[in-house]
Structure formats: structure tokens, C-alpha cells
């Protein structure tokens, strides 16, 4: 972790996509870290669930000196970055959570200093993959309540 923000007490972390034309480094500490398993976030990474860093959009700074980076419109609320050369799924932001830039942790090629502290959309979760750890499971709050669950 180095210190890009010039204070002494400001430490940061960072990480590219894959191509590495667009690189990103952020300011700790970070607000949260959490397994999305919603579909769409499953469906935009190819992956059973993807791990979200959340940070203020105050403390992420983007290099993106081909201006490759392009936003897809995934939602009525939420957009996803990816850089367009080498589809590389960078970043979330929603109306959702104003303030916010949600990076992909396995973009990250540093540490960050929190490790995942829940699994959100749980009741979307595929069922070929195992979960088998005691991280708090959230739902989606706008699913149809289902009597005796959740």
C-alpha cells in the first residue's frame, strides 16, 4: 500500500484491468466489502458471485489515459464500468448507494484492508456452488416476501 493522496495518514491501494490500460487506486479505509450473488452482477462477471469493494467516489482515483473505460446501463439505477479493450468488469455505481464506486475485488493487485464481511442477494444465489463460511446473508429487498422465510 502506498500513499498517493499526500497526507501521512492517507494510505491507498490499487489495481488495473486486465489489459492494464485503465488502473484505479483507492483510498483506505474501505466502507465495506461483500459477495454480490444478484444476477446480474453474476450475469456482467461470468462467475457464480463477484466480491465488491465499496468505496466513496471521493476516494478512487481512475487513470484511464485511452479513455477506454465505458459505462453499460444495467439498470434503471446502477451502471457498470468495463474497460472496452479488454472487457474487463471494473466498477459499479448506483443510485442505490450515492457517494459510492463499488470496484471488483479481483481487480485489485494490492491489499485491501477489509476482507468480505457478508453475501448480499442470497436468495439468488446459484445452486452449483457451495458456500460454506459464517459470513451473514442478506436478500434482496425488493423480492416477494415468501411467508417463513428470510
Known amino acids: 500500500m502506498v500513499n498517493l493522496w499526500g497526507s501521512s495518514r492517507s494510505m491507498t491501494t490499487s489495481g488495473d ?12 479505509p474501505v466502507k465495506w466489502v461483500a459477495h454480490c450473488h444478484c444476477t446480474k452482477c453474476r450475469r ?13 467516489d471521493t476516494g478512487v482515483m481512475i487513470t484511464d489515459p485511452e479513455s477506454l473505460l465505458r459505462w453499460f446501463v444495467s439498470s434503471a439505477n446502477g451502471q457498470r464500468g468495463f ?14 448507494w450515492p457517494g459510492e464506486i463499488h470496484i471488483a475485488r479481483a481487480n485489485f493487485s494490492a491489499d485491501v484492508d477489509c476482507r468480505p464481511q ?9 445452486d452449483w456452488v457451495t458456500i460454506d463460511d459464517d459470513l451473514p446473508k442478506t436478500f434482496d429487498p425488493n423480492a416477494p416476501k415468501i411467508a417463513g422465510v428470510g
Open 17 to 28: 484491468c486486465l489489459c492494464g490500460c485503465i488502473s484505479f487506486a483507492v483510498e483506505l
Open 44 to 56: 456482467a462477471h461470468g462467475a457464480a458471485f463477484v466480491t465488491w469493494v465499496s468505496v466513496p
Open 118 to 126: 457478508s453475501h448480499g442477494y442470497y436468495d439468488t444465489h446459484v
Open 83 to 96: 474497460c472496452s479493450r479488454c472487457g474487463s468488469t471494473l466498477f459499479f455505481r448506483s443510485t442505490e
